[in-house]
């Protein structure tokens, strides 16, 4: 495991200039429009999708061939992409959250003296990961299967689905009288912990299942 | 003593292509080697080997067990070399070397920088500057460095140049001094097989035709090449595989001395193990 998660940072490390200038255009892009928050957001999906780049780089060098004849199991390698993908979700909250603070500051959208506005930052901090967690989940089973370049494609309409479901759900609340109150969107946010770690769960189980039938 | 690794029936069908019930055996201290044309199923069988495919049919016992995709142990004891790199193009070796550390128990740094030394390769340059050869030094010294008790080796020397080449066997040969040490080898190369193979394992057609000592094949067999009117006495109990030529006919025998005696006034030729693979894949077989 330890060995699949160096390989994949010493690869993205190769990429790393082009990432972070990434992260710097979208700096000056969102914090106007959307303070820190929406940077924060922005950075960990960003981060997120490198995922994506690490199956890339798998499949260019036919690793996955290589790695089945290492000391590694299956399971170990669909836990990796994983751990791999919640590291960069962590890196992304990182950067966006200290770059946001300072673009934020600097523009006068974020006070660093104000409690409530370092509470509700570290908020989004933590939605982030959770969001940008859930959506990387969702595109790992899809990468197993088709591979990075058709997942890529296959990946816009993979992220629409949870969002149509979202929307579904809350038409469907609302049509039944039932109202998104602070008391509902608080229990939302308190079971959403369990609901990520049961989404990741069903998505390793799949990656699983995909690549144990692998071949190489 | 158990072989190091036992193949038994090992069979795998696709669409167009079967592998028929392959049944061998890697002794402990020895060199095996694998010929065959392309797409005899030289590497489906190693792929069957190591659990890369799905086996229709068949045992493959590594150290008297069977390898699972859990026996990580087991995998501990195989080092492999396909016939490309499988490392990505932006690692340099000394990257390689924390990334296989962190998977083998046994790695052994030294071992990996003396081999490094050996093949002149460079600790820090990335590997999409390498050229085919030195890419497959160090796959070589990758799979050599976390004391594998098999070597399976996939057309490991075919981007060589004969010195390097030369020098590669030489570290096989030093491999299998250990007597519980093994090599598997497919390779089209079949003088470095003549060099340091001590048994052939034919393939074609996805099928075993022999499992032999070399020196069996390159010592007893023989070719005699003879004209149409000599092929036409020639008993054809001792015809193991025969072709036809513009001006004359290539035959295989099993017993090169035994075929001296009874046809004396045939031109009998010791047979390489290129002319026995040719004379079963483009000639016809009779035995």
Known sequence: MKSLILKDIYNIMHNMKALVLMLFIFLFITIPQGGAAA????CCILCAMMVVTTFSFDENAKWEKYAMIMPISRKDLVLSKFVILLCFCLFGTVFGGVLGIAGSAIIGRFHITSASEWQELLAVCLAGVAISFFLGSLVIPLLFKFGAEKARTLMLAAFLLPVLLCLGLYYL???????LTDSVVLLLTCISPLVLLLWTAAMYRISFGIFKKAEF | MKPILQVENLTKQYPDFTLDHISFSVPRG???GLIGENGAGKSTTLKGILDLIRKDDGTVRLFGEELTEDRKDMKEDIGVVFDGIHFHESLT??????????????????TYHDYLKQFALPADKEIKTFSKGMKMKLSIAAALSHDPKLLILDEATSGLDPVMRDDILDVFLDFVQDENHSILMSSHITTDLEKVADYIAFLHNGKIIFDKEKDE??????IIRCSSSQFEKLDKEDILACRKKDYQWDVLVADREKAARRYKDFVIDNATIDDILLLYVKGDVLS
Do not use: C, H
């Not at chain 2, 070796?93 to 030294?110: F, G, H, L, M, V």
């Open chain 2, 217 to 222: 094949l390159i010592y007893r067999y023989g």
């Open chain 2, 30 to 32: 020895t060199i095996v």
């Open chain 1, 173 to 179: 609340l609302r049509s039944f009288g039932i109202e």
């Open chain 2, 93 to 110: 070796p000394a990257k390689i070397e924390k990334i296989s550390a962190a998977a083998y128990k046994k790695w052994n740094t030294q």
């Open chain 1, 39 to 42: 940077y924060v957001i922005t």
